[in-house]
Antibody
Framework: EEQLVESGGGLVQPGGSLRLSCVAS????????MHWVRQAPGKGLVWVSR????????TYADSVKGQFTISRDNAKNTLYLQMNILRAEDTAIYYC???????????WGQGTLVTVSS | QSALTQPASVSGSPGQSITISCTGT?????????VSWYQQHPGKVPKLIIS???NRPSGVFNRFSGSKSGSTASLTISGLQAEDEADYYC??????????FGGGTKVTVL
């Protein structure tokens, strides 16, 4: 069974950092582009970042550029999101999601909640 | 990277057809046929229901269909059922090598 499982969320103070992880199983992780998508409480979906199959190419939403870093470890079937200088507006459920070619986003994790508050 | 424009809400009676629009620009919806639609029930994970404008993944009911004209994509739900009550989002690849979502549409079955 194909599965994506996020972890690493929690409560962090403004200005703090957090690293999210997403472990993939049941499919050839190293052959897929992977993404992070977030959803603030009661709000809509917002695309955050994507990384290509071998990690050599990344893109970011303007709102997180220079603040977040996406990476992956294909040997561990794991996707990461390093989040720095966190602000209250970064509070959201963070989902990892997969694109199968242009079939985006065909698989989602259950999400991990990040709360930025003092 | 402005969000795609969707109506905040759409409603219909069981059995009716409804259409949700998703309006972008020549830099996203109008540039590529890489528009997808997602269904999200409260407290649940989004589910892909249409990809590449009009492709329905395996297991998605054929009452869901997608189309595109210029910079506006549309999702039509035919034969509306109670279980279709959910939030619906569109997304598109953009000329900046990024993705963008619509603001979401709440579908209510009367």
């Amino acid at each position: 069974e194909e599965q994506l499982v996020e972890s690493g969320g929690g409560l962090v103070q403004p200005g703090g950092s957090l690293r999210l992880s997403c472990v993939a199983s049941g499919f050839a992780f190293s052959t897929y582009w992977m993404h992070w998508v977030r959803q603030a409480p009661g709000k809509g979906l917002v695309w955050v970042s994507r990384i290509n199959e071998d990690g050599s190419s990344t893109t970011y939403a303007d709102s997180v550029k220079g603040q977040f870093t996406i990476s992956r470890d294909n040997a561990k079937n794991t996707l990461y999101l390093q989040m720095n200088i966190l602000r209250a507006e970064d509070t959201a459920i963070y989902y990892c999601a997969r694109c199968s070619g242009w079939n985006c986003f065909d698989s989602w994790g259950q999400g991990t909640l990040v709360t930025v508050s003092s | 990277q402005s969000a795609l424009t969707q109506p905040a809400s759409v409603s219909g009676s069981p059995g009716q057809s409804i259409t949700i629009s998703c309006t972008g620009t020549s830099s996203d919806v109008g540039a590529y046929n890489y528009v997808s639609w997602y269904q999200q029930h409260p407290g649940k994970v989004p589910k892909l229901i249409i990809s590449e404008v009009s492709n329905r993944p395996s297991g998605v009911f054929n009452r869901f269909s997608g189309s595109k004209s210029g910079s506006t994509a549309s999702l039509t739900i035919s034969g509306l059922q109670a279980e279709d009550e959910a939030d619906y989002y569109c997304s598109s690849f953009t000329t900046s090598d990024t993705w963008v979502f619509g603001g979401g549409t709440k579908v209510t079955v009367l």
